[in-house]
């Protein structure tokens, strides 16, 4: 069976080998999970930099509702990525 890859510029070339294919397949996934884990910690990052600027904020005017404002904001996400880094281990 003949496959169609696209090595990054405008050729193609044909591949015979199922393994060469499936080689390729593991690198793309591979960088996509890379991508995904980047993006989750930039995520967690800015999470943790805001709640703690909110918190400094809070603590020299002693008013905590730009903190819980934050944190209602940010919580979502951060229950997202940790959901999904963390769920399949709870499963498993």
Partial sequence: MKYRVKNGSKSEFEVDDVKVVKAIEAGTRARESETRSQIAKAILLA??????????????????????????????????????????????
């Fill in 47 to 92: 999470a943790v930099l805001f709640l703690a600027s909110a918190a400094a904020f809070g603590l020299s005017k002693n008013d905590f509702s730009a903190l819980s404002s934050i944190w209602n904001a940010a919580s979502p996400l951060v229950g997202v990525v940790l959901g999904y880094y963390f769920g399949k281990s709870a499963k498993g």
